[in-house]
């Protein structure tokens, strides 16, 4: 049984760098992880993903902020997270083993959730 478990979250404010931090537990290496976060009201979304050869995908309101890393020694997965906006808030999701695409929400595995909220 896969588990995960998110951390680094909190309140800062606009500008402000934070980063997001995975630990999995059951992770068979090479399934892929992602991120994906949902503000109040809208939709879950798709923010990045890194397969086990360490590639990278990442949503388009995020690309050039935010880069996301995994240590498969350690099956953890990060999130860097630079220049936050207000518009950033959400609670961010961890998710491991995608059924179909990795920008779906189709993953088998997913954390509790943290949660961002940036001040302006």
């Known amino acids: 049984q896969v588990q995960l478990a998110e951390s680094g979250g909190g309140l800062v404010q606009a500008g402000a760098s934070l980063t997001l931090s995975c630990a999995a537990t059951?992770?068979?290496?090479?399934?892929?992880m992602g991120w994906f976060r949902q503000a109040p009201g809208k939709e879950r979304e798709f923010v990045a993903a890194?397969?086990?050869?360490?590639?990278?995908w990442y949503g388009d309101s995020v690309e050039g902020r935010f880069t996301i890393s995994r240590d498969n020694a350690k099956s953890t997965v990060s999130l860097e997270m630079n220049s936050l906006q207000p518009e950033d808030t959400a609670v961010y999701y961890c998710?491991?083993?995608?059924?179909?695409?990795?920008?779906?929400?189709?993953?088998?595995?997913w954390g509790q959730g943290i949660q961002v909220t940036v001040s302006s």
């Open positions: 059951g992770l068979v290496k090479t399934m892929p």
């Open positions: 890194a397969s086990w050869t360490y590639t990278t």
């Open positions: 998710a491991a083993d995608p059924r179909d695409s990795i920008f779906l929400q189709t993953y088998n595995y």
